[in-house]
């Protein structure tokens, strides 16, 4: 099982590239909320290997307000998530594989819109922050809640967006992170 990375968002980390994407939101730039910590994942590996697809697409953005389709403070949230040069399918998997959850979560989710219209960022964190919800519902109907830091995690309340990795042809991977003071 992997650590958990924290994530200073004020710029004391290793992981640098990420810290400046957060630092530019306001949410995450306050000194009473200065890190997040990335709840650790296995990563997806598909049965052919693709190779190098694409770069992950940043959003650094809270899962609540994308459930809730209220993407307009996300960067571009107009723009399209994916290139235009892409083949993107229909549908596409988003699969969480949580370290110390003992189950893999994989479902199909439309990805392209009327007249195969790839999804824009906001779209995208939309479907994401569902797929997340539908995770934790279901870890909790199943009486196996979803626990990170010794917590119970049974809402999006504290966990933000920060990439979705694109580790198959038809498969994405977002990448969790918790505002570590919800783990005090």
Do not use: W
């Amino acid at each position: 099982m992997s650590e958990p990375r924290l994530i200073d968002a004020v710029g004391t980390s290793e992981d640098a590239d990420v810290i400046q994407f957060l630092a530019l939101l306001p949410a995450f730039s306050t000194p009473l909320e200065p890190r997040l910590m990335i709840v650790p994942q296995t990563q997806y590996q598909p049965r052919q290997h693709t190779g190098s697809l694409h770069t992950p697409i940043q959003f650094g953005f809270p899962l609540r307000d994308a459930l809730h389709q209220d993407t307009t403070r996300l960067i571009h949230h107009d723009a399209d998530a994916f290139s235009s040069t892409m083949q993107l399918p229909q549908k596409m998997s988003i699969v969480l594989q949580f370290c110390g959850h003992d189950q893999r979560y994989s479902r199909q989710v439309n990805i392209l819109r009327a007249h195969s219209t790839p999804p824009t960022r906001g779209r995208l964190a939309t479907i994401v922050a569902r797929e997340v919800h539908r995770f934790l519902t279901r870890a909790a109907q199943a009486g196996k809640p979803f626990q990170f830091g010794g917590q119970y995690i049974a809402g999006l309340e504290d966990l933000i967006l920060v990439d979705v990795l694109h580790v198959s042809k038809s498969t994405l991977q977002p990448t969790i992170a918790i505002r570590a003071q919800s783990l005090a």
